[in-house]
């Protein structure tokens, strides 16, 4: 199997998530040199060659990070992928990244945490004859500070995004 562009990521529960999202192998190469297959500790992960070739691929929080990346590898492997964010500038950024490359890509401005929303981007691709084969529910974010300096609200927003965010892309 063919090696991609390393994706550095950093986390032990990580590489399964992503290796399930995109149907890939992935394998764990240490500074060392050494390679590894299994749940890894630190490193640069390398997806091993899938075909999405024809393949329509939604991805939200697709505006920076894991998001982006990922939209990026999809759309380096024949997938026209659907990106979902509520940065629209950097989705058209994107957009313009991906074709450069030679890849398939649209921008679609979308908020999860707003019902519907999502939901309205699926009729978009479905008006112009195309089915989300493989959706990653991607958008997220972490509340950091002090515990005692962050309010209910804060937690909420979270929750609002990491967690019905993800229900309400299904």
């Known amino acids: 199997a063919r090696v991609c562009r390393p994706l550095r990521i950093i986390g ?4 399964p998530a992503i290796e399930w999202i995109v149907g890939a192998h992935l394998t764990m190469r240490h500074p060392s040199g050494q390679t590894t297959s299994g749940m890894p500790v630190a490193g640069v992960l390398e997806l091993r060659a899938m075909n999405s070739s024809g393949k329509t691929v939604l991805v939200t929080g697709a505006s920076s990070g894991i998001g982006a990346a990922l939209a990026r590898e999809f759309a380096r492997r024949g997938a026209h992928v659907a990106l979902v964010a509520r940065r629209r500038e950097a989705l058209d950024a994107l957009v313009a990244d991906i074709a450069a490359a030679g890849g398939r890509a ?3 401005g979308a908020d999860v945490t707003v019902d519907g929303d999502v939901a309205r981007v699926v009729a978009e691709l479905g008006a112009r004859g195309l089915v989300p084969d ?6 997220g974010f972490g509340v950091v500070g002090n ?8 937690y909420r927003r979270q929750f609002e995004t990491n967690l019905f965010g993800v229900l309400r892309t299904f």
């Open 147 to 154: 515990a005692r300096k962050l309010a209910i609200e804060d």
């Open 12 to 15: 032990r529960f990580l590489a």
């Open 106 to 108: 649209s921008a679609h």
């Open 134 to 139: 493989v959706v990653v529910a991607n958008a």
